[in-house]
């Protein structure tokens, strides 16, 4: 069975602050996909990042950074220097690499705060 | 732009009233449709697959007779959610598989659902 866990529930930062969003999976593939979403309050789900379980190089982009730990099953999410408009709920998803029938399985998700 | 579509964006009914949702693909064909249900403050939980010109996969404790999916084309996937009660009352949440290496899903921005 697949699992993905986000323990943080809610994180209230202040601007300027930098955070990180833990992510942790449970798989039994060899292979795998790991996703994050960003879902701000319009509910429309933003794609950020899709790593292949083969891939353990960590990977920046702007003010987001993520790392990926295949030895703890972890695949944090940092944002820099956070600014309000990043409050929205971030999911993170596993899924599977072949090509058939393929689904995401999403952790609970984690509710980003960004005050002024 | 937009890669799926879905309509309505948000829909409210009386208890016992049927109501459709529509998710279209807008830039390729989709052989494969999601359909997800996130109560407030929730996950995505996986309703069901929608295979074109196929009956749908329901995820174990989705009713299929309540949920009517029909994927009559290679662009429209429907969801119709049959005899709605207050508990029904949720975001509806399509996807889009699109076919190839990195089996990419796009989602839809979603339908919020309030049965009164």
């Known amino acids: 069975a697949q699992k993905v866990t986000q323990a943080q529930t809610e994180i209230s930062v202040v601007e300027k602050e930098d955070v990180t969003l833990d992510c942790v999976y449970e798989t039994r593939d060899t292979t795998y996909y790991l996703f994050w979403y960003k879902q701000p309050p319009s509910g429309e789900l933003v794609f950020l990042i899709r790593r292949n379980s083969f891939d353990e190089q960590n990977e920046i982009s702007g003010r987001y950074s993520w790392n990926f730990q295949k030895s703890t099953s972890s695949f944090n999410f940092t944002i820099t220097a956070s600014q309000v408009v990043d409050s929205a709920v971030y999911f993170c998803?596993?899924?599977?690499?072949?090509?058939?029938?393929?689904?995401?399985?999403f952790g609970k998700g984690t509710m980003l705060l960004v005050s002024p | 732009g937009a890669v799926v579509s879905q309509h309505p964006s948000w829909v409210i009914c009386k208890s016992g009233t049927s109501v459709k949702i529509e998710c279209r693909s807008l830039?390729?064909?989709?052989?494969?449709m999601f359909w997800y249900r996130q109560f407030p403050k929730q996950s995505l939980m996986l309703m069901a697959t929608s295979n074109e010109g196929s009956k749908a996969t329901y995820e174990q404790g989705v009713e299929k007779d309540k949920f009517l999916i029909n994927h009559a084309s290679l662009t429209l996937s429907t969801l119709t959610v049959t005899s709605a009660h207050p508990e029904d009352s949720s975001f509806y949440i399509c996807?889009?598989?699109?076919?190839?290496?990195?089996?990419?899903?796009?989602f839809g921005p979603g339908t919020r659902l309030t049965v009164l």
């Open positions: 996807s889009v598989k699109r076919q190839g290496a990195h089996n990419e899903q796009f």
């Open positions: 830039d390729f064909q989709a052989t494969t």
């Open positions: 998803a596993l899924g599977p690499t072949t090509s058939g029938y393929s689904t995401l399985t």
